[in-house]
């Protein structure tokens, strides 16, 4: 099953809605709610990079019987320091982001936890790729 989701960077209203329809969908399939929180994590922490940090994004969702793999692919200023940006607490979001709840920068450290695999490209100047496995 493949589910396909546009994420619009700096909609804070919308912002974690495409996370939230596939814990819905997976909650269908008899996956272990430890598992579900997993991915749900993983992808709300994901989802909100694209929301805080770019201008635009697809998050392309592939649900096998063991397994749920998933790319989320956005336009943006991308990431020129890939190790740095996986740093627990580093974080460039702005005061006015901040304000809101967000930008403690344990958003790519969680989604590492969270995921079986996971790898993060990134060119600067255009965008950033996000692919993560959870077995379930
Ligand atoms: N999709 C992205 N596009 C551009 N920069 C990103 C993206 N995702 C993460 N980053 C960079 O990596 C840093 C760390 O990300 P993260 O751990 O999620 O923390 P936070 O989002 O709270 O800042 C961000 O502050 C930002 O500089
Ligand atoms: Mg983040």
Redesign the pocket.
Same mark, same amino acid.
Do not use: Q
């Given at each position: 099953m493949k589910l396909i989701y546009h994420i619009q960077g700096g909609d804070f209203s919308a912002a974690g809605g495409a996370s939230s329809e596939v814990k819905k969908t997976l909650k269908q399939f008899n996956i272990s709610p430890f598992v579900l929180r997993k991915i749900a994590v993983a992808l709300y922490? &994901?989802e #909100?990079?694209?929301v805080?940090?770019?201008w635009h994004?697809i998050m392309r969702v592939d649900i096998r019987p063991d397994r749920v793999s998933v790319v989320?692919e956005?336009k943006?200023?991308?990431?020129a320091d890939i190790p740095?940006?996986?740093?627990?607490g580093?974080?460039?979001?702005t005061d006015e982001?901040r304000q809101m709840g967000?930008? &403690?920068? #344990?958003?790519?450290?969680?989604?590492r936890k969270n995921s079986d695999e996971m790898v993060?490209t990134?060119t600067p100047g255009v965008?950033?790729r996000?692919a993560l496995t959870i077995s379930f």
């Open positions: 922490e &994901a #909100m990079n694209v805080v940090h770019a994004g989320i956005d943006g200023p991308g990431i740095r940006a996986m740093e627990e580093f974080s460039t979001a982001v967000f930008g &403690a920068g #344990m958003g790519l450290p969680n989604i993060l990134s965008g950033t996000l």
